[in-house]
């Protein structure tokens, strides 16, 4: 019985995730073909591509390198969570103080990752600061923009609820604005990672002489193509990883009612509403 | 005590109430009614001190006053338990004494099972059940209540009619209840007003002759019929061809 229940429930696994399954399938055997008509030097195929990363797996680079990157985007990413809740909060609450910050934000929005890179060069040198500090800077304006829209949205009918029991800021703030805030930000903080993930390869590759984007570009210089491929490879996988087994589990954690089912479900299983 | 003498509200241009004085005594059931759209809400936002009147003396003895939405405006991110209580929370009634509460308003509201459900998995009946506990759960001596029964269907409807009487009789409670419906008003209500569409006013005052327990169908019937066949009342509620009206009713 048991079995049935759990053979059951792989089936409805499977029935639910074949068309990304069929989809990566297609792209596999399209790289396949790629690989085969141009060769190994220009584009490795997706076996080859595998072997790299076991030989940068069992050298310990692999390791190294998704450490000193996983610090860079957690300083980074954290601190940018942190003062872009802040400075949204603020800004959320004080118009004023909204109007002044915004051509601000706007302009560190508009300037390239690049840019950014170049003059974090200039002040913090080769070492881990130009890439916290370009991650920073460049998810920074998604927090904040995510956190004012959440301030801006607040449902009005609440907070009249809230003050006809002549609720006391403090609880307002605990038990209204900050799980809504939370319940809006979500979409922003996976827009942020993913960007952390792309500008910390980005400033790694130009600036550092550690991290995956270091060992990207020294795999360029050595024209081992497979390498490069394995990298990309490395970070798509933790770009998933992070969203997935991150960043989700922490929302089902601090948001256990959102993927409850409704009462009046009963055994149907629908998607949870991440 | 509550006492609206000669309330006027504008808003914007346009006049909503045009003048309208009422009381409500300690343990009283008043219903307002009117068409849709007739300034009934905008009357008990005024009661319960929501928003301010443009002219006109209002004066509240009441200690303490809750209201129950149209909408069950519950905190989606809180258990049934946690929402029942949230007024006693704001009051910074302990824990303990929460969790005691809230477990005996469940038991009188029908909702032991469901305490540590959020509110998306409750049906609308169910929520608009935690609205009223959450609101009762503060021990007001008025309630105010903004079309509760909205959306509910007949069933869950007189369900909930039948607890509200029987919370409000058992409390003592005052209550000013706004519905468009003259059936449930003739119901719930003590007395009745009856309101004009807007700017409005006050034409007609009902008073009932029965307690709510002895009020059955047959009477509840003849008090609507008797209420509509009032000119003022049936043209407040757009009812134009009412002889036509009534002579199809005498075939």
Redesign the interface.
């Known amino acids: 019985m048991n079995l049935t229940h759990w053979s059951k429930q792989s089936l409805s696994l499977l029935k639910s995730v074949w068309p990304q399954l069929v989809g990566l399938g297609v792209f596999l055997v399209l790289w396949q073909f790629g690989a085969m008509h141009y060769g190994m030097v220009v584009l490795p195929s997706p076996l080859e591509t595998w072997a790299a990363i076991g030989r940068i797996a069992t050298t310990g680079q692999l390791g190294d390198a998704l450490l000193t990157t996983g610090f860079h985007i957690f300083a980074a990413f954290t601190l940018a969570v942190l003062l872009g809740i802040l400075l949204g909060i603020v800004a959320g609450i004080q118009s004023g103080f909204q109007k002044a910050i915004s051509p601000i934000i706007s302009a560190l929005q508009g300037i390239p990752p690049i840019a950014w890179i170049v003059l974090a060069l200039l002040w913090f040198g080769s070492g881990s600061g130009t890439p916290i500090f370009t991650i920073t800077v460049t998810t920074l304006p998604i927090v904040f923009l995510g956190t004012l829209e959440s301030i801006r949205t607040f449902p009005t009918p609440l907070l009249e609820m809230a003050r006809l029991f002549r609720t006391p800021p403090n609880l307002l703030l605990t038990d209204l604005y900050f799980p809504h805030l939370l319940s809006q930000l979500f979409p922003s903080l996976v827009a942020g990672l993913g960007l952390a993930w792309r500008v910390a390869v980005m400033a790694e590759l130009l600036s550092s002489e550690v991290g995956i984007g270091a060992e990207l570009n020294l795999a360029r210089i050595n024209l081992d193509t497979d390498e490069v491929m394995a990298w990309i490879v490395i970070v798509v996988i933790s770009i998933w990883v992070s969203e997935y087994l991150l960043l989700r589990p922490l929302r089902h954690l601090l948001e256990p009612w959102r993927s409850l089912p409704t009462l009046t479900d009963n055994n149907q299983h629908t998607p949870s509403v991440f | 005590m509550l006492v609206l003498d000669r309330i006027y509200f504008q808003y914007g241009h346009n006049l909503i109430l045009d003048g309208i004085s009422l009381t409500l005594a300690p343990g009283q059931i008043l219903c307002l009614t009117g068409p849709s759209g007739c300034g009934k809400t905008t009357l008990i936002r005024i009661a319960?001190g929501?928003i301010q009147p443009s002219a006109g003396m209002f004066n509240n003895k009441f200690a303490s006053?809750?209201?129950v939405?149209q909408?069950p405006?519950l905190?989606?991110?809180?258990?049934t338990q946690e929402n029942l209580t949230?007024?006693l929370?704001?009051?910074?009634i302990s824990k303990q004494e929460r969790m005691r509460s809230s477990k005996q308003l469940a038991q009188q509201l029908g909702l032991e099972q469901?305490l540590h459900?959020?509110p998306?998995?409750?049906?609308g009946g169910m929520q608009q059940r935690v609205a009223l506990g959450r609101a009762l759960a503060?021990q007001p001596d008025l309630l105010l209540l903004d079309e509760p029964f909205n959306g509910l269907d007949v069933g869950r409807r007189r369900e909930f009619q039948a607890m509200l009487l029987k919370l409000l009789s058992d409390r003592h409670l005052a209550a000013c209840l706004v519905s468009h419906d003259l059936a449930e008003a003739v119901r719930l209500g003590d007395r009745i007003i009856v309101m004009s569409p807007s700017p409005s006013r006050i034409v007609h005052r009902w008073q009932s002759q029965l307690p709510p327990s002895a009020r059955d169908e047959a009477y509840i019937y003849r008090e609507v019929s008797q209420l509509l066949a009032l000119p003022d009342v049936s043209r407040c509620f757009g009812l134009k061809n009412i002889s036509s009206q009534s002579n199809f009713m005498r075939f």
């Open positions: 319960a929501l006053i809750a209201y939405f909408e405006r905190l989606p991110w809180q258990t949230f007024g929370k704001a009051k910074g469901v459900y959020y998306h998995q409750l049906s503060i």
